[in-house]
């Protein structure tokens, strides 16, 4: 028998109100089959999938079959973004490299574009994922009422809310602070790391670097030289004769 899935709240009732922002430089671009007007349009939402799920593809990594499928109509965007996170790639650098607790709450990030309300929404979703495997898990979210809602078919998600009008700085991007491997991983991969050189480098930009016929060019060389004193002998105190030299009155 399935476990239902638990009930769990918004963090806080702003989230159940419509947005209402003004656009600026840091508000996310929307990707959407609806007005695509050229094959360029397309590679451009293709490969924001790919910074949105994986936030970088490599040539090994792309779904060359999912691309095809998409570009010929095949296939809907979010069957697209079904596919990118059921993909070995996401498995294996979120699924295998995090527990479930942390997998959930990087896919709703990427999925459903904002953080896990709470520990009970971590919770509920890492129930089912314990009893219906990811793909049951992946299928809940996409087809949940607030994917649904927020994207639909046609349009791929993006970070919500992301520039906050009562804040001078927005959130920070998930990718940035939701790192792909989890502590304990890190530390197995035994990093980060503090490698310190043996001699300290410095950057000299390009105009400063002394040309030809500067005196800096031969700081070196005469720091280098050594020259012995002249006249200098050494006497030891035990052969001084201190009668002989103090004169006589």
Same mark, same amino acid.
């Given at each position: 028998?399935?476990?239902?899935?638990? $009930?769990?709240?918004?963090?806080?009732?702003?989230?159940?109100?419509?947005?209402?922002?003004?656009?600026?430089?840091?508000?996310?671009?929307?990707?959407?089959?609806? $007005?695509?007007?050229?094959?360029?349009?397309?590679?451009?939402?293709?490969?924001?999938?790919?910074?949105?799920?994986?936030?970088?593809?490599?040539?090994?990594?792309?779904?060359?079959?999912?691309?095809? @499928?998409?570009?010929?109509? $095949?296939?809907?965007?979010?069957?697209?973004?079904?596919?990118?996170?059921?993909?070995?790639?996401?498995?294996?650098?979120?699924?295998?490299?995090?527990?479930?607790?942390?997998?959930?709450?990087?896919?709703?990030?990427?999925?459903? *574009?904002?953080?896990?309300?709470?520990?009970?929404?971590?919770?509920?979703?890492?129930?089912?994922?314990?009893?219906?495997?990811?793909? *049951?898990?992946?299928?809940?979210?996409?087809?949940?009422?607030?994917?649904?809602?927020?994207?639909?078919?046609?349009?791929?998600?993006?970070?919500?809310?992301?520039?906050?009008?009562? @804040?001078?700085?927005?959130?920070?991007?998930?990718?940035?602070?939701?790192?792909?491997?989890?502590?304990?991983?890190?530390?197995?991969?035994?990093?980060? @790391?503090?490698?310190?050189? $043996?001699?300290?480098?410095?950057?000299?930009?390009?105009?400063?670097?002394?040309?030809?016929?500067?005196?800096?060019?031969?700081?070196?060389?005469?720091?280098?030289?050594?020259?012995?004193?002249?006249?200098?002998?050494?006497?030891?105190? @035990?052969?001084?004769?201190?009668?002989?030299?103090?004169?006589?009155?």
């Amino acid at each position: 028998m399935a476990i239902p899935l638990l $009930n769990y709240a918004p963090a806080s009732q702003n989230s159940r109100v419509a947005g209402f922002t003004v656009g600026s430089d840091n508000t996310p671009r929307i990707y959407t089959t609806a $007005n695509l007007l050229s094959g360029s349009d397309l590679d451009d939402l293709i490969e924001a999938a790919y910074r949105q799920i994986f936030f970088h593809a490599f040539a090994a990594d792309r779904e060359k079959t999912l691309e095809s @499928q998409l570009r010929s109509g $095949n296939i809907s965007v979010r069957q697209f973004v079904r596919g990118l996170v059921l993909s070995n790639t996401y498995r294996s650098s979120f699924y295998e490299k995090n527990s479930n607790y942390r997998f959930v709450e990087q896919t709703v990030q990427r999925v459903l *574009g904002r953080d896990v309300y709470s520990e009970r929404e971590k919770i509920a979703w890492s129930i089912v994922v314990a009893t219906k495997g990811i793909e *049951g898990f992946i299928d809940a979210l996409l087809n949940s009422d607030e994917y649904l809602e927020a994207f639909g078919d046609d349009t791929l998600p993006y970070q919500r809310r992301r520039v906050l009008p009562s @804040q001078a700085i927005g959130e920070t991007p998930f990718n940035l602070k939701s790192p792909r491997y989890d502590a304990y991983y890190r530390a197995q991969l035994g990093f980060p @790391q503090l490698i310190w050189q $043996n001699s300290v480098r410095s950057y000299v930009v390009t105009d400063r670097k002394p040309k030809a016929g500067d005196p800096a060019l031969f700081l070196n060389l005469a720091r280098s030289i050594n020259p012995p004193s002249a006249g200098s002998v050494k006497v030891s105190a @035990q052969n001084i004769d201190y009668e002989r030299l103090v004169p006589r009155r």
